[in-house]
């Protein structure tokens, strides 16, 4: 007998792939994938710790005590914010509530791989747009835009190349935008970026129809292992996310950890103020040796090895020195690797581990 068949949509689907952490034992340093250089907050692992005495209950069915301490953080109306378990849920969550067979999705050429992956998975086309300089790029965008688009996702800044469009360029994609289609902006790095003319998508959110900005506690907020991410938009939207979220995706510990951890704004700051002191002196290292480095608002940056072959050479050399970093071939860029902003000393390491790289090459 056949066994049963998957939709070919799925069947399309490359899995996601994460970065090898084998390397150096427990003296690795690891900056594979773009986690805070310092850890939690210890409010948040505090609040992790005490709420073990409630594991044998259900977590509240919606999340909502931390829905409504982020409404209170950001100035937000709670009936506007729904959780996640990460904020790849609710990505997949949006093309599930607003996607199908026979639909498309549009995204930029190195965006974010949860979004093809998504799209796939409930049976509609993504469509890469052409970037500019390694950077997402409007008309491209736009010129992508047909009957049968339904989302644009919009990694903001994006990973893994580090660039962003700033609030004026968020404001024409919108505006070249159907009324029908739904804009994601993924604003998992926004804690980090200083540029004065980013938005992360609140402003639009909140005043138009068809936009969601999504976040998530991942990254400055050093609790990628429990998996919380949100997202802002319209009312209507928010309770059709809503009618297709799994009960219970939160968990109590994560709940407790995340509200604790936006209650600690001196953690929180001293992770910004790191990654802006160290990225720009981190990118003049490399740069000195005579590596490209692409320009980022991120925690993290890409460094051009010449070809394919080297960039597989130095994720090597690196690996076998205890320094993790991540390939990002998947995101179609082969001759690029991609590093964390660790602590400085970290950094350091890191940066005499390429000198060696690029003096034995």
Not at 112 to 131: H, K, N, Q, S
Not at 322 to 333: E, I, K, N, Q, S
């Amino acid at each position: 007998m056949a066994p049963p068949k998957a939709r070919p949509g799925v069947l399309q689907i490359t899995p996601y792939d994460g970065s090898e952490v084998g390397a150096g034992g427990a003296n690795r340093i690891v900056i594979s994938s773009n986690e805070s250089a310092f850890g939690p907050s210890w409010r948040a692992m505090e609040a992790y710790s005490a709420s073990s005495e409630e594991m044998h209950r259900y977590p509240e069915i919606d999340a909502r005590s931390l829905r409504q301490a982020l409404a209170d953080k950001h100035g937000l109306e709670v009936e506007r914010i729904i959780c996640g378990c990460g904020s790849d849920q609710l990505i997949d969550l949006l093309a599930l509530a607003y996607a199908g067979p026979g639909d498309e999705t549009v995204y930029s050429e190195h965006g974010f791989t949860m979004y093809p992956i998504a799209t796939r998975g409930v049976g509609a086309t993504p469509v890469a747009a052409l970037e500019t300089a390694l950077t997402a790029d409007v008309d491209a965008i736009l010129d992508c835009i047909n009957e049968r688009t339904r989302i644009v996702f919009l990694a903001n800044p994006n990973n893994p190349t580090g660039t962003y469009l700033g609030d004026a360029e968020l404001r024409r994609l919108h505006a070249g935008l159907p009324d029908d289609v739904l804009l994601v902006l993924d604003a998992a790095y926004a804690e980090y970026v200083v540029a004065p003319d980013y938005d992360p998508g609140v402003a639009l959110a909140r005043e138009t129809s068809n936009v969601v900005m999504t976040r998530t506690f991942s990254k400055i907020y050093a609790l990628a292992s429990l998996r919380i991410g949100w997202a802002y938009g319209p009312r209507e939207i928010i309770e059709i996310l809503d009618r297709v979220r799994p009960p219970f995706n939160v968990s109590t510990p994560a709940i407790a950890a995340g509200i604790a951890a936006l209650s600690d704004d001196e953690h929180t700051s001293r992770a910004r103020d790191l990654n802006a002191e160290v990225l720009p002196w981190f990118t003049s290292k490399i740069e000195e040796m005579g590596l490209a480095v692409n320009p980022s608002v991120g925690n993290f940056v890409i460094v051009h090895f010449g070809d394919e072959g080297r960039a597989e050479a130095a994720y090597r050399f690196l690996f076998e020195r205890g320094v993790v970093t991540r390939r990002v071939a998947g995101y179609g860029l082969p001759e690029w690797v991609r590093m964390s902003i660790g602590k400085r000393d970290e950094m350091q390491d890191v940066i005499d581990a390429l000198r060696a790289f690029v003096g034995a090459t």
